[in-house]
């Protein structure tokens, strides 16, 4: 680390999209990037590779004060994005205080931030706050946020932190409402990758509920170029963006699509409906993403080749 280096903080960063997004990052030599996870659901192998040298990870959790305040006053931080959480709906449904206590991290994150050198905020919130949805697509201003699970209410209020944060001590925030995001990064608890894994080994492919959930899915390229396009141009200052493909699926129809791309032998098994968290549908207003990647997303056949033809999804799945 220099001292003209800007220093960017990741919580959350050996995660799907958090280690994706730091690989974005540390490609420009002018940023260091500390990566903090208490690897719950993180994991060491999603860490950027050696060969660079601008990264450093400390094992902590955000949830406790002096683990976060031992890093985040050690480095006087430029950036920060908050991306740590409990997340998985089976994981959040079975562990409710887990993901309420993910409102300490919140205002750990917070209150360090705006008693140090930190510029701004990015906050990971997510496609469950709006709930079972009221509208299709969903806007960021004009659909309400009613989902009551444990998940959906701690990124609501989460969101609300940060609006309060600004208002309060002119902190800048922005939050990304991901949808369904999907990599050769992500775990098996997730659908998509769970799929193509089940479908590479030939095993079942099993379905809660009746399969006719509609989902968008997003390959994590456009997730993360979004993102850095918005950190490194400065968009949306205290402002919210869905960040989503609005090509709606429903779930049936994406283990059928995956059984087709990779020729394999699975069947779809039906289990019971989940009892809260699955909304059966979803669809996020995505004008803001598509003006600011001004490009075609890419395409849920694409994507799973994509991780079909990636050495780490194919090397983790072959350990399971």
């Known amino acids: 680390m220099t001292l003209n280096q800007t220093k960017i ?6 995660g799907n999209v958090g280690s994706a997004l730091i690989e974005r990052l540390i ?46 006053l050690s480095y006087n931080f430029d950036y920060v994005f908050h991306f740590a959480a409990v997340v998985g709906v089976i994981r959040t449904q079975e562990n ?29 919130s997510s496609s469950e706050v709006y709930g079972e949805p009221v509208e299709l697509p969903q806007n960021e201003y004009r659909t309400p946020l009613n ?11 989460g969101e609300c932190f940060f609006r309060s944060y600004w208002q309060s001590f002119h902190l800048p925030y922005t ?22 894994a089940s479908a590479l080994k030939n095993k079942d492919i099993t379905i809660y509920g009746d399969g006719m959930q ?31 493909n609005d090509q709606l699926m429903t779930i049936k129809e994406l283990a059928e699509l995956t059984i087709r791309i990779t020729n394999s032998k699975s069947k779809i098994i039906f289990l019971p409906p989940l009892k809260e968290g699955d909304m059966t549908r979803r669809q996020p207003d995505n004008t803001k993403m598509r003006e600011i990647l001004n490009k075609k997303l890419i395409s849920i056949e ?13 090397k983790a799945i072959a350990s399971k």
């Open 27 to 72: 490609h420009n030599t002018n940023h260091f990037v500390v990566i903090m996870d208490n690897l719950s659901t993180g994991f060491l192998s999603k860490l950027p590779s050696e060969k660079h040298t601008n990264w450093k990870f400390i094992k902590g959790d955000v949830n406790y004060l002096n683990d976060v305040s031992s890093v985040m």
């Open 302 to 314: 694409e994507g799973i080749k994509l991780m079909m033809a990636d050495e780490r999804f194919l």
């Open 175 to 196: 939050i990304f409402r991901f949808f369904n995001t999907y990599g050769p990064n992500q775990s098996t608890d997730f659908v998509v990758a769970r799929f193509l």
């Open 214 to 244: 509609t989902r968008t899915f997003t390959y994590v390229d456009d997730t993360v170029n979004v993102c850095a396009k918005i950190f490194e141009e400065k968009l949306l200052i205290n402002d919210v963006i869905n960040i989503g």
């Open 147 to 157: 989902s009551r699970v444990p998940y959906a209410v701690v990124k609501n209020v």
């Open 96 to 124: 409710p205080i887990d993901v309420l206590n993910d409102i300490e991290g919140i205002k750990n994150v917070l209150n360090l931030s705006k008693n140090t050198s930190v510029k701004h905020v990015y906050f990971s």
């Open 9 to 14: 903080l990741v919580t959350g960063g050996a």
